[in-house]
């Protein structure tokens, strides 16, 4: 790494040191850094946690969620990954594998109260900064490595790990001072390999949607229930504990509203006029979480009583023009009402 001087047209080579050299600790230095400034790990993240306490006695450095909705279990060493660092990661990501969303937030709103944050919604932090579908949040775990150096037997078993479709990164985190002795930090991605990671994950890719046509959870299949078997199916959606249940409850009482079909843009605007969503985009997410769960294999049932349009009836596919079935709305709107709602 070199320091430019534009004014004299010189450059000069700056020093690599070590951490250790440098009096520096993983939990009061590099990790504060990488807290207060995620995107030095190369991408945008949202610390949710530092240092939590799992049954085991053990404390993962610092966990966050990516765009997408994985967590991300960071663990950071000085000088040297040493030999168990990956390990040490899997067993973490197995521990939080098993977290729920409200796992999430409670863990999320803790750590704000130790950084002295008093946010009364920390489940709207979350949501604003997710950009999939909530109920995909935590279904997937990635691993962040980060160290000076890294030791061959944890490259190797990394790229190993991959290899089995294993979300691993290794990160290099190189300090540099100049005369001055200010201190400089290059990170750098050492895996994957900069430049073929689009590759390997459109190969992924690939591979998941050939497996996924024979596991889809994808169903446009009809109930054909009896009207009383309808009405204890629908009553025990309508009441499971989920945060999607309000939500649905709306999405129906908008269907009842009048006797015809929905288009996609006038539900959500109704959405958000009710109060679901902080803003429209927020709503649109909360509509697709809904739209989703429309076509799980196992609500049947709800596709009984509501029929929409895909043009191709293929999975992911925006649906659109909602309606409840003519002669189920009087069914439904018993349902609603045992269940207390006001039609």
């Not at 966050?64 to 663990?75: C, F, M, P, T, Y």
């Not at 962040?144 to 290794?170: G, M, N, Q, T």
Request: aromatic residues 8%; neutral net charge.
């Amino acid at each position: 790494m070199y320091k430019v001087d534009l004014k004299n047209k010189s450059a000069k080579k700056l020093k690599p040191v070590r951490f250790k050299d440098l009096e520096l600790k993983e939990k009061f230095d590099i990790e504060v850094w990488v807290r207060k400034n995620p995107e030095i790990l190369g991408e945008n993240l949202l610390i949710i946690s530092e240092q939590t306490l799992l049954p085991s006695g053990r404390q993962p450095d610092l966990l966050a969620l990516d765009k997408s909705g994985n967590l991300v279990i960071i663990e950071l060493k000085k000088d040297d990954s040493g030999k168990e660092i990956y390990w040490q990661a899997i067993t973490y990501a197995a521990n939080f594998s098993e977290f729920s969303y409200s796992d999430i937030i409670d863990m999320y709103e803790k750590y704000l109260e130790n950084l002295g944050i008093a946010d009364p919604n920390p489940k709207d932090k979350i949501e604003e900064f997710v950009e999939e579908d909530i109920e995909k949040i935590n279904q997937k775990q990635r691993l962040i490595l980060v160290s000076k150096e890294f030791h061959p037997d944890v490259l190797r078993a990394v790229l190993w790990l991959r290899d089995f479709e294993i979300d691993i990164k290794c990160i290099r985190l190189t300090p540099y001072i100049d005369e001055n002795n200010q201190l400089f930090i290059i990170p750098e991605v050492i895996i994957p390999t900069p430049g073929v990671e689009e590759y390997i994950e459109k190969k992924i890719s690939k591979q998941k949607t050939i497996k996924k046509s024979y596991q889809s959870p994808f169903s446009l299949e009809k109930g054909d229930f009896t009207d009383e078997e309808l009405r204890k199916r629908l009553k025990e959606t309508l009441t499971r504990e989920s945060d999607l249940t309000p939500r649905l409850i709306a999405f129906i009482k908008i269907l009842l509203s009048d006797n015809r079909a929905f288009n996609r843009e006038e539900i959500k605007q109704r959405l958000y006029d009710m109060g679901i969503g902080k803003n429209l985009g927020q709503t649109g997410r909360y509509l697709s979480n809904i739209s989703q769960f429309l076509t799980k294999k196992s609500t049947p049932h709800l596709r009984q009583i509501i029929e929409f349009q895909m043009p191709r009836g293929v999975e992911g596919e925006v649906k659109d023009n909602y309606k409840v079935v003519d002669k189920y709305r009087e069914l439904v709107k018993e349902v609603l009402k045992e269940i207390g709602e006001e039609i």
